[in-house]
């Protein structure tokens, strides 16, 4: 299961990461946006990112406009590490090497081809472990 949501600059994104995702045959959960209004974006990253912390979702994709916001909020929440990301190299190792749990995206920023490519990667791409649990493992400690 992944866990989706957006605030207005990321709607027509996620809109199309949802049916990209189905398209694959993997559940999603769309937690909204679902209309074009105005909301703030730390709303929608606490309930999105509570079910990657809660173990109902593998992972999450955050969407706004830029995808900074929603990373900045999603990053206070203990257990979450989210990354923006705009390239094919940064989702590639914030996989491998960060095991990165939420993708953050910004709608305003890159065009949906770029992106579900990216998703692609984030969903695909294992963690490599090793050295890199224990570098987690520290910024673990850092949330206590
Ligand atoms: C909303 O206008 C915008 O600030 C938001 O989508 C996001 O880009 C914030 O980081």
């Given at each position: 299961?992944?866990?989706?949501?957006?605030?207005?600059?990321?709607?027509?994104?996620?809109n199309?990461?949802?049916?990209?995702?189905?398209?694959?045959?993997?559940?999603?959960?769309?937690?909204?946006?679902?209309?074009?209004?105005?909301?703030?974006?730390?709303d929608?990253?606490?309930?999105?990112?509570?079910?990657?912390?809660?173990?109902?979702a593998?992972?999450?994709?955050?969407?706004?406009?830029?995808?900074?916001?929603?990373?900045?909020?999603?990053?206070?929440?203990?257990?979450?590490?989210?990354?923006?990301?705009?390239?094919?190299?940064?989702?590639?190792?914030?996989?491998?090497?960060?095991n990165?749990?939420?993708?953050?995206?910004?709608?305003?920023?890159?065009?949906?081809?770029?992106?579900?490519?990216?998703?692609?990667?984030?969903?695909?791409?294992?963690?490599?472990?090793?050295?890199?649990?224990?570098?987690?493992d520290?910024i673990?400690?850092?949330?206590?």
């Amino acid at each position: 299961m992944i866990a989706i949501g957006c605030d207005h600059g990321g709607l027509e994104l996620k809109n199309a990461i949802v049916e990209h995702i189905k398209s694959r045959g993997i559940e999603v959960n769309d937690l909204g946006i679902y209309e074009n209004k105005s909301v703030d974006y730390p709303d929608i990253a606490l309930p999105v990112c509570n079910q990657v912390r809660e173990g109902k979702a593998e992972k999450a994709i955050l969407v706004c406009g830029t995808g900074i916001g929603m990373s900045i909020a999603a990053n206070k929440l203990s257990g979450i590490r989210a990354a923006v990301c705009t390239d094919h190299f940064s989702t590639k190792y914030t996989r491998l090497h960060n095991n990165t749990n939420v993708l953050c995206l910004g709608g305003r920023v890159i065009g949906p081809g770029l992106a579900l490519e990216l998703v692609d990667l984030f969903l695909d791409t294992p963690f490599e472990g090793g050295r890199h649990q224990t570098r987690i493992d520290k910024i673990a400690a850092l949330e206590r």
